[in-house]
């Protein structure tokens, strides 16, 4: 069997980034291991439909799988794919066509036959041995010329589910520029109220081996010049061993590589040897989940945001970590927390440069759906979400926003506008870590003082991006034409 996978993994909301697939790597990975031929497309948003058509046409896939994790616009793309996959099933009517990368199906007028929901490296083990798939399927779709079926796993196994690390190949067209993802581990040990990652409150029990990210990194500076990378595990500080086992992985390398990922702060409060991992480490960025520094409104989160330990420990931080990026993500509305004191830490992390940058963010509650054919989105609902009572919030019908509640002290407009508000008085541009990182690997990146800067820095470093991902497209389609 032959498989293509078109991907998209680096536009949504940041087109100008220049990140590279670590998912679709390792499904190829696990097809190859089968027997199954597999080629990638990336940035397939990118490509004109001739050239995609072309590329069928000359490959003449059996499979077609979408990664659509990161599509720029998703009415627009999909309208796009969709007049691809009605030519290539006219085409070709045996041809078969897959969809993972998201948490739930998109319209495709029947032109998918299977919607891989949430992570499915065990489904898709199991579909490409045409193994019985009854255990996964959440919903099933009879149409006048086609059906679809919806798969879900539901039941994490970390014994499948090990971390990926990327396997390059040459024709994936690597340049210095890249970033490359890598996993230490798979899931979350911990379960915040709002969050809404399907792998959270996993026990973790495999892990990546320092020698073997060593190897990683080595690869991919000695073979493509590559030295920017991203760690896509959700926290990468859960545990002292996976910060000891990337500061083992980096010793005795000719370059330094230059991480990004997501940390939690008040487990670095809580953990002080960690202050000493990171140290070793020298991440290039970090983005801090803080939620708030209000005490109560952090517990009620499930985080411990305890009197003026977060800002003894940025400051610790920046003492060891001079050169690292620190993002701090807060979420504006949490129940326990006042304007007062959102504006009062705020400026004190601000004033006195204990975060390169804030991002505020209101309050968001997804209610589960009320189609009855969608139950199976509520395994992407948080706790918070299942039941905001619970957490004291109420909610309220509105027409102007789905997400409309209200707790002791404000509502999701008032949250909402409030954030904003924060924004503009500190004449914050919103930079974030992974987006730091992205100029950085592109060779762009400029401090900037006002929005005005940041978005002319943005224009550049998409300008740039778009090279590199037409270079691809150009280079990629020529190693077509050669199969």
């Known amino acids: 069997m032959k498989l293509l996978i078109l ?13 590279r697939a670590l998912g679709t790597m390792e499904l190829r990975r696990r097809a190859e291991a089968k027997g199954h031929k597999t080629e990638i497309i990336e940035w397939f948003t990118r490509w004109t439909l001739d050239e995609l058509k072309l590329v069928i046409q000359t490959y003449q896939p059996d499979v077609i799988g979408l990664s659509i994790t990161l599509m720029a616009d998703m009415k627009v793309d999909t309208i796009k794919q969709n007049e691809l996959l009605s030519w290539a099933r006219e085409k070709y009517p045996k041809l078969k066509v897959i969809v993972g990368g998201a948490r739930d199906e998109i319209e495709s007028d029947g032109l998918i036959d299977a919607f891989f929901l949430g992570r499915s490296m065990k489904m898709f083990d199991d579909w490409l041995d045409d193994k019985d798939m009854t255990s996964y399927t959440v919903s099933k779709k009879h149409g006048a010329t086609s059906k679809s079926v919806v798969y879900l796993n539901k039941e994490f196994n970390e014994f499948t589910d090990q971390p990926i690390l990327p396997i390059p190949k040459d024709e994936d067209y690597y340049t210095p520029h890249d970033i490359l993802g890598f996993e230490v581990s798979v899931g979350c040990k911990f379960n915040c109220s709002f969050c809404n990652y399907e792998l959270r409150n996993a026990k973790i029990t495999n892990l990546s081996k320092a020698e073997n990210l060593h190897s990683m990194f080595k690869n991919a500076y ?71 520094f209000n005490e109560e409104a952090s517990k009620r989160v499930r985080k411990r945001s305890i009197g003026n330990k977060p800002f003894e420990t940025l400051k610790k931080i ?26 009062k830490s705020v400026h004190k992390a601000m004033d006195e440069n204990l975060l390169s940058e804030i991002r505020f963010q209101p309050l968001g509650i997804h209610l589960p759906s009320k189609d009855s054919n969608k139950q199976y989105l509520s395994h992407f609902n948080s706790d918070l979400d299942n039941d905001p009572g ?30 904003s508000k924060l924004r503009d008085e500190l004449n914050s541009v919103q930079l974030g870590h992974s987006e730091y990182s992205s100029m950085n690997a592109l060779k762009l990146y400029k401090k900037c003082t006002t929005y005005d800067e940041y978005a002319s820095l943005r224009h550049r470093t998409r300008a740039k991006a778009d090279l590199l991902k037409q270079s691809y497209v150009d280079k990629k389609l020529q190693y077509f034409l050669k199969l």
Request: glycine share 6%; aromatic share 12%; proline share 4%.
């Open 7 to 19: 991907a998209e993994n680096s536009n949504g909301p940041y087109p100008h980034m220049h990140y």
């Open 318 to 343: 920046k003492e060891l970590c001079p050169d690292t990026w620190t993002t701090g993500g807060l979420i504006v509305g949490l129940t326990g927390d006042t304007e007062e004191s959102i504006r």
């Open 222 to 292: 000695e073979k493509y010049g590559i030295t920017h990378f991203y760690a896509v595990d959700d926290t990468l500080n859960e545990s002292d061993e996976k910060l000891e086992i990337i500061a083992d992985a980096i010793k005795g390398l000719d370059f330094h590589p230059q991480i990004s990922g997501w940390l939690r702060l008040d487990l670095i409060s809580a953990r002080p040897y960690q202050l000493e991992l990171l140290q070793r480490i020298q991440m290039q960025s970090i983005f801090f989940g803080i939620e708030s």
């Open 390 to 419: 619970k957490f004291n919030y109420q909610i309220i019908e509105s027409a102007e926003s789905e997400y409309e509640w209200k707790n002791e002290w404000t509502t999701y407009t008032k949250a909402k506008a409030l954030a």
